[in-house]
């Protein structure tokens, strides 16, 4: 026993693992918040085994996020640390500060994101006249797809209190198809709907041994328990290779009308189950699962609570204005920004699904996101009409710190009267 408690106090002193140069780059300010046309300062330090380098020569580059560097200087800090002079920004939205160092032959980079004025930022798209009754006739046309659903037990990853299932149900187009967890033991319960991120991939079930349905599914029509099957990766490289902007030019016809009829179908297959309570259910998920869980909530008023984190797909319209749009960044390039293409983005962009949201939502980021700039997720935050908390997490890119995913989770199971 004794070993066995100084080999656990070894193992819990060990230092976190991380590159072998660390660069550390952030807005002076704490809060990391600045007013339109205040002075912004970066703090910046290399560090290498936990050590500041001397005379560390660094280049750096300043801007608005997603957008060409308005300065770049090259500049020795003699004691590894020092202070860079950003500027200020204008209006609202978010000034990086990019830092490249190389020693050896190896390249290393970080990034530092400040926010000016962030809750003032406003969305560059607009709505379509006709939007509510797009959906509305959609949703119509939706309602009479028979569910038909398909449950298979999953006996090799159910638990002694939960039943998993591989399922599948009907879509507008084809059938969705889902991780499904149920609890063993009899009774009625809420439910999340897990909406997935970006990509092709097979799912495990989430919320497992816990008091809690929960459906995690996938949105592009084919099985998701091919666990050890390159079907996902020949997909990804072939038909389904930039699905998010398959049939941009047209309302009718694009990928994600689709995907958002089919979160809706999947509510549908959550209220079909005869051990849900018929009426607590939240919807979560990150990037473009962020996305989702947002337009779901929009679309489907049965929808009691949401969580999002860093929401794709939101003011796709920001390059045209000359900031950064939302997650695919479909109208970076000019070659992609005709005009059908624009009207059409204007039904999917999620900033007009936030306004029709009408629910208790966590939304959570990073000031550092490089694939859903914030200033995309603020258009659509800032349009919500609905109650809402933003939880920052200041220095987090497009990933979750553990503490954050267990947040959301936290303020989800709460709403729904789940003790974890």
Not at 9 to 35: C, E, F, N, T, W
Not at 221 to 228: I, L, M, R, T
Not at 340 to 351: G, L, M, N, P
Not at 400 to 409: A, D, I, T
């Amino acid at each position: 026993m004794a070993l066995f408690l100084v080999m656990t106090s070894q193992l819990l002193a060990q230092s976190q693992r991380a590159d072998l140069i660390r660069i550390m780059i952030s807005p002076s300010k704490p809060g990391m918040v600045y007013s339109a046309n205040e002075n912004v300062e970066f703090d910046v330090a290399i560090y290498k085994y936990g050590q500041l380098v001397q005379n560390a020569e660094i280049t750096y580059q300043v801007g608005p996020e997603m957008m060409e560097p308005t300065q770049t200087e090259t500049i020795v800090l003699k004691s590894g640390k020092g202070v860079i002079k950003g500027g200020k920004m204008g209006k609202p939205g978010f000034l990086r500060c990019h830092v490249f160092y190389k020693e050896n032959g190896v390249d290393y980079r970080n990034s530092g994101t400040a926010g000016i004025d962030p809750e003032k930022i406003q969305p560059t798209t607009t709505v379509p006249a006709d939007f509510l009754g797009f959906w509305q006739s959609n949703l119509e046309q939706l309602a009479k797809v028979p569910l038909d659903p398909m449950m298979t037990l999953m006996p090799e990853r159910s638990t002694h209190l939960t039943d998993v299932y591989h399922i599948s149900f009907n879509n507008i187009q084809g059938r969705i198809y889902g991780i499904l967890t149920l609890p063993k033991k009899e009774g009625k319960y809420p439910a999340i709907l897990h909406v997935p991120g970006a990509g092709v991939r097979p799912y495990s079930g989430s919320n497992i041994n816990q008091p809690v349905i929960s459906l995690q599914v996938g949105i592009h029509g084919v099985p998701v328990d091919q666990y050890d099957s390159p079907l996902y990766q020949d997909l990804a490289s072939g038909p389904l290779n930039g699905y998010m902007r398959s049939n941009l030019d047209d309302k009718d016809n694009y990928y994600y009308k689709r995907v958002y009829l089919g979160m809706v179908k999947a509510v549908d297959m959550i209220f079909s189950l005869p051990q849900f309570d018929g009426q607590t259910i939240g919807v979560m998920g990150g990037s473009q699962g962020g996305a989702l869980a947002i337009t779901t909530a929009g679309l489907d008023k049965r929808i009691k609570y949401l969580v999002s984190y860093y929401p794709a797909l939101a003011d796709l319209t920001g390059y045209l204005e000359g900031r950064a749009g939302g997650w695919p960044h479909l109208f970076k390039d000019t070659f992609t920004n005709k005009a059908e293409k624009i009207a059409t983005s204007k039904y999917y962009d999620v900033v007009n699904f936030a306004k029709q949201v009408s629910v208790p939502g966590y939304y959570s980021t990073g000031f550092n996101d490089n694939v859903c700039p914030p200033t995309s997720i603020y258009a659509a935050y800032n349009s919500l009409k609905a109650e809402k908390e933003m939880s920052l997490f200041l220095d987090a890119a497009h990933w979750q710190y553990p503490e954050q995913s267990q947040e959301g989770m936290t303020w989800m199971l709460g709403k729904l009267g789940v003790k974890e």
